[in-house]
Structure formats: structure tokens, C-alpha cells
T-cell receptor, first 113, second 111 residues
Framework: QKEVEQDPGPLSVPEGAIVSLNCTYS??????FMWYRQYSRKGPELLMY????GNKEDGRFTAQVDKSSKYISLFIRDSQPSDSATYLC?????????????FGSGTQLTVLP | EAQVTQNPRYLITVTGKKLTVTCSQN?????MSWYRQDPGLGLRQIYY???????DKGDVPEGYKVSRKEKRNFPLILESPSPNQTSLYFC??????????FGPGTRLTVT
């Protein structure tokens, strides 16, 4: 079983929809939770970063972490065609190590105009 | 502009022919890593480095070598490439902390 599971999609939604992306994990030591966005033919870039449980909001994006269920989510409100990308969740047990991140396999999202 | 650069961006080679993929960052980051990305498997770490002359294995190090002689450069070496190393490779750099800065990727095909 993978440490981090992520539904690969693809997920296709109309413009303006609310998008929910999710990951589950098995390692209870994970404390740092991230969402990376990867556009086609580009490297991933950090979108959201959360420590421990709770919610974090940044504009149209909200990240949620439920450590008791080992479940994290990314919500995108008022989705735009420019949000079309692959979204990767990533997790780490420690913040200060280069042996840092365990990634999900990514969910491919298309927002249709 | 702060960035991580990789070269080449695309490479087609044959089994057994040694190759090097270069990676350079201009952000003075201590940490650098190499990942490979395969469909359904996500990003998997190959090697990482916490500073000059300090490197260690990631999740999938077999068949790869790295060196860190300068802080800004972290080349990935495939001494005898095989078809199962066909993949999309990313170099990343960071300071201590969760955010990594990724390069644009190198698509490698080994025939």
C-alpha cells in the first residue's frame, strides 16, 4: 500500500464549479501537508502549505487537514480554466529535512470554459 | 530571476550510453534533490543533498549517481541507462522547510 493515495482523475468541471481534491495517507508521523500545482510541461509549484490539522484559506483555495482520519483536501472555489493542471498532494514528517516529501500521484483537473 | 535550470530538456539515448543531466539553482539553497515522475506513481525521490559534498539516497537510487561539488550544481549521472529509466526527471532546490522549487523537467527516453 502506498503511503499517500490520490485519485488520479481525470476530473473535468465547468467554469465556476467548486472543485474538491483529496488525498489519504497512512503514516501518522506526517505533520506538514502541501498541495503543489503542475501545469503541462512544467515543474510543480507550491500552492498551499498547512501544518497539522485545520483549515487554511488563500483566495479561492482552501486546504483542509483531518489528521484523525488521515485525510487532506484542497477546495477550489469559482474554478477558472487557468486552474486546469495536475494537483499533487505532498506530506512530510519534518519541516527541516531535504529527505522531505512523499507525493501523491496527482489528480489531473480540467476546467471547461 | 530565481530559478532552477535543467539541461537537456529532452534526451533520447540508447541502453548503456552514459549520460549526465545538469541542474543549477541561483537561489543559494542548501538542499537539492532529484525526482522522477512516472504515470500513476507520482514523484519519487532519487537522491538528495543537504549541502556541498553531502548526498544521500532517496526512494529509488538504483542506477543513478549524483555529486555536489558546488552549492549551485547537482548533476544526475546515469552510468549505464536502461529502458526502465525512461521517465520525466525533476531537479528541485530548497532551504530548510517544506517548499521546494522545481526545475522545468528533463524527459528522458532510453531505447
Amino acid at each position: 500500500q502506498k503511503e499517500v493515495e490520490q485519485d488520479p482523475g481525470p476530473l473535468s468541471v465547468p467554469e465556476g464549479a467548486i472543485v474538491s481534491l483529496n488525498c489519504t495517507y497512512s503514516n501518522s508521523a506526517f505533520q506538514y501537508f502541501m498541495w503543489y500545482r503542475q501545469y503541462s510541461r512544467k515543474g510543480p509549484e507550491l500552492l498551499m502549505y498547512t501544518y497539522s490539522s485545520g483549515n487554511k484559506e488563500d483566495g479561492r483555495f482552501t486546504a483542509q487537514v483531518d489528521k484523525s482520519s488521515k485525510y487532506i483536501s484542497l477546495f477550489i472555489r469559482d474554478s477558472q480554466p487557468s486552474d486546469s493542471a495536475t494537483y499533487l498532494c505532498a506530506m512530510s514528517a519534518r519541516a527541516g529535512s531535504a529527505r522531505q516529501l512523499t507525493f501523491g500521484s496527482g489528480t489531473q483537473l480540467t476546467v471547461l470554459p | 530571476e530565481a530559478q532552477v535550470t535543467q539541461n537537456p530538456r529532452y534526451l533520447i539515448t540508447v541502453t548503456g550510453k552514459k549520460l549526465t543531466v545538469t541542474c543549477s539553482q541561483n537561489m543559494n539553497h542548501e538542499y537539492m534533490s532529484w525526482y522522477r515522475q512516472d504515470p500513476g506513481l507520482g514523484l519519487r525521490q532519487i537522491y538528495y543533498s543537504m549541502n556541498v559534498e553531502v548526498t544521500d539516497k532517496g526512494d529509488v537510487p538504483e542506477g543513478y549517481k549524483v555529486s555536489r561539488k558546488e552549492k549551485r550544481n547537482f548533476p544526475l549521472i546515469l552510468e549505464s541507462p536502461s529502458p526502465n529509466q525512461t521517465s520525466l526527471y525533476f531537479c528541485a532546490s530548497s532551504r530548510p522547510g517544506p517548499e521546494q522549487y522545481f526545475g522545468p523537467g528533463t524527459r528522458l527516453t532510453v531505447t
